[in-house]
């Protein structure tokens, strides 16, 4: 079974400050480190949302220990607010959103997340409903998937690729990730380290599973459920989801008094966690405080 290494676990209780006790939330409790390491650090009580139910399960193995402290939710880190408002909490003590894909998601075989494997391609984060990544590119305009292979993956030659991609649907159907991952190849070329398909995964999976949609409205609502001294900080992997947490976070600051950055930059990983961890390297952890 795939090992699942919490991302900067060090940095976050820094951030989050659990010794003092109160109500966390963790929108994205994912395999359940971050939360246990809550948990073990003073949180009084957490609430845990995760969209992937294999996750959640094996979050509540490793919580476990901790009885009814812990509450374990199927449900979208964006559903946090009102998750919150059914239980009556009007205030937490500290939030923690992790928008990066564990590493059981990456290396479970099934889930089509990675061009490691050819196996189908799914790339759901929740795969008990809405369309695979097969489907989606099954039916796609060439147009709108070079945007989105563009917009979410920064891969240049995008339209080359959706061009292609549509040509191959012609001929057969896309539906493993060898298909996918070949065609972007051949058209990509290698450059550097980097698999050429890397780019075009992460805009497929970003796609299939809405990821950057009303992320900028959640960070406000969030913010809005801090208690006076709580903390919300988010841990984002890639640009595009570190961009609209950098800029919300200062608007908050700028638009009121309430609140202050904790993180006047990103946070990074230490050499020693990103040698231990390569996956860790694009981590960047931002934080913001209410004050008043």
């Known amino acids: 079974m795939p090992v699942h290494v919490p991302v900067m676990t060090a940095e ?3 951030a989050l400050n659990p010794a003092r006790g109160g109500f966390y939330v963790d929108c994205t409790v994912g395999l359940g480190g971050h939360a246990r390491a809550l948990a073990a650090a003073g949180a009084t009580r957490l609430l845990g949302i995760d969209r992937d139910r294999t996750a959640l399960a094996r979050a509540a193995d490793a919580l476990s220990d901790y009885g009814d402290r812990v509450e374990l939710v199927h449900g ?16 937490v003590d500290g939030i923690l959103a992790d928008l990066g894909v564990s590493s059981m998601q990456l290396d479970t075989p099934g889930r089509g997340f990675s061009f490691q494997r050819d196996e189908a391609l799914d790339m759901r984060m929740d795969t008990s409903q809405g369309p695979t990544a097969a489907d989606l590119i099954g039916r796609v305009d060439e147009r709108d998937l070079a945007d989105v292979i563009y917009a ?28 996918l991952a070949a065609i972007v ?9 980097i698999d050429p398909a890397t780019r075009t995964f992460q805009a497929i999976r970003v796609w299939v599973n809405e990821e950057l949609a009303g992320l900028d409205v959640f960070l406000r609502a969030a913010s809005a459920r801090l208690a006076v001294g709580a903390r ?9 989801e570190d961009r609209p947490v950098k800029h919300t976070f200062r608007a908050l600051v700028h638009e009121s008094d309430r609140f202050r950055l904790v993180t006047k930059k990103s946070v990074v990983p230490g050499d020693e966690e990103t040698r231990l961890n390569p996956r860790a390297r694009s981590a960047r952890l931002r934080a913001i405080e209410r004050v008043g």
Not at 152 to 179: D, F, H, M, N
């Open 12 to 14: 976050v209780l820094t």
């Open 76 to 91: 979208d880190y964006r559903d946090a607010p009102r998750l919150l408002d059914e239980r009556g909490i009007d205030a």
């Open 152 to 179: 979410y993956g920064e891969e240049r030659r995008s339209r080359a690729v959706a061009r292609a991609v549509v040509a191959a649907r012609r001929l057969a159907p896309i539906v493993t990730t060898g298909q």
């Open 185 to 193: 190849r051949r058209v990509v070329g290698r450059t550097g380290r």
């Open 232 to 240: 919300f900080a988010v841990l984002t992997f890639h640009s595009l």
